[in-house]
Every structure is written in structure tokens, then in C-alpha cells.
């Protein structure tokens, strides 16, 4: 049996509490017929209470976008994995604009991915080239040592836990996406990397495209046998560009 597709929706910094809730009132009326597909949004902090309101009559998923791997303390501005239990079910790490604006290394966001673990809240590892690395064929290197870093220590029950997007950085808010054929060739090397590592949970393991994902494109990616799902930035803003999207994956996925 296939999986269910996950349609996961960040919205970076975008949206209060009011536009929240004017995009979970319009998105309400788009929900029937009823989506097959898992639908997670993941706003910022500040919007996740009222966000979590319309988890009974939505059924959609909430998701953090970062968190800080110790559970409370000195860590002016940041959010324990402790405050998320309850509120969130999953929970974005490693995404390349924490890498890259914020400096976090592999080693953090393991440190991050353990403690969620612990909280038994689900993790969404992110990994992806940059451009420059992908003119210089590093991809599968690059996206090699962010799984082999991202992932030390976790045992295979844990792996069952975990959903892993690949990002290319190169497509993230640029407009630009991965040909069908190269995200799969990088979907196919990291399901190959979980076969060897969790032989028993590989294959249930979701695998995200994220990287300018939209309704006009959502078909041909979605398509591939090693994509599980998206995780989508710009087009997750709008509902009916965020419902589209679902809709696309039910048909791949009847
Ligand atoms: C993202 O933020 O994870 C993302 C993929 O953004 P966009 O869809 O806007 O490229």
C-alpha cells in the first residue's frame, strides 16, 4: 500500500494571529470533498495558538519552524521542545535559511532532532546543495554528510519518526524548481542512504520536495516514486494554492 502523501505548508515570517485565522476560515470551505492527503501548515510561533482552534473542524496538522534542543534555561528568545508538545505535532530543523542566515551547523540540529526525539514530537529534516555546489557535482556529497550529521546517533525505531525534505537550495523562494528527474535522482540516493542504514523503516520514511513548489508543477513531481509529499513555502500562503496542491497528490495517490 502506498503512503499517504504529506502536503506541508511553512510559512517562514508571513502571517499573524488575524491573517492566521482569515486563512483558516477561507481554507475551511475548501475542504470538501474530504483531502486523503495529511496536511500540516506550520506558522510562526506567535500564530500557532490560534492556528491550533481550527485543528478540530480542519483536521490539519500543526508544525513548528525551529527549536532550541534544551528543554528550558538561559537561552533568551528561543522555545523548547517542551512548549511545542501538545501544540505541534511536527517540527522543521535544519531548513538552509537556519543554516545559512542563522549559522546552524549539522551538529545543532542533531542536537535539535535528539530532542525532539525525547519529546516525541516528529522531526523535519531538511537537506539540500547549494548552486555552486551542484555546478561543482557535490550534491550527493553535500546532501550525504547533512544526513550522516543531521541523523548520529538515532536509533531505527526513532527513524520511523522522521520525514526528510530535500530542498535544493537553489529553488527555495527563487521561483526556480528541480526537474522531476533531478529531485528524484536525490529523493532515490536518500532512500537508498536510509535502506542501508534502517533497513526495516526506509521505505515508510517520508520524503519531502521543498524548492518553488506549486500547483503548476506539483504534478510531474509529485509523480516520482520517491516523493512523499512537499513542503511548500510561497504557494502554502494562499489556501486555494495550498489545496490545489493536496488535490494533485489525492489524484497521484487514489
Ligand atoms: C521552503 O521554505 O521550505 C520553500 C520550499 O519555499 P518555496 O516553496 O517558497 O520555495
Known sequence: MSKRFLIAGNWKM????QETRAFFNQ???LLTPTIQSELLICPPFTSLETAAHYNQTTQIALGAQNVHPEL???????????FLKGLVSYVIIGHSERRTLFGETSAFINQKLHALLS??????????ESLQERKQNKAFSVIETE???GLKGISADQASSLTIAYEPIWAIGTGETATPEIAEAIHAFIRK???NRFPQQANSIRLLYGGSLKSSNAQHLLSQPNID?????????????FIEIAR???QIRK
Open 14 to 17: 508571513n502571517k499573524n494571529a
Open 27 to 29: 481554507l475551511k470551505n
Open 72 to 82: 528550558k534555561g538561559a537561552f533568551t528568545g528561543e522555545i523548547s521542545p517542551a
Open 119 to 128: 519529546a516525541e514530537l516528529k522531526p523535519i529534516l531538511c537537506v539540500g
Open 147 to 149: 544526513l550522516e550529521e
Open 193 to 195: 542512504w536510509l535502506t
Open 229 to 241: 509529499g512537499g513542503l511548500i513555502g510561497g504557494a502554502s500562503l494562499e489556501p486555494n494554492s
Open 248 to 250: 494533485i497528490a489525492d
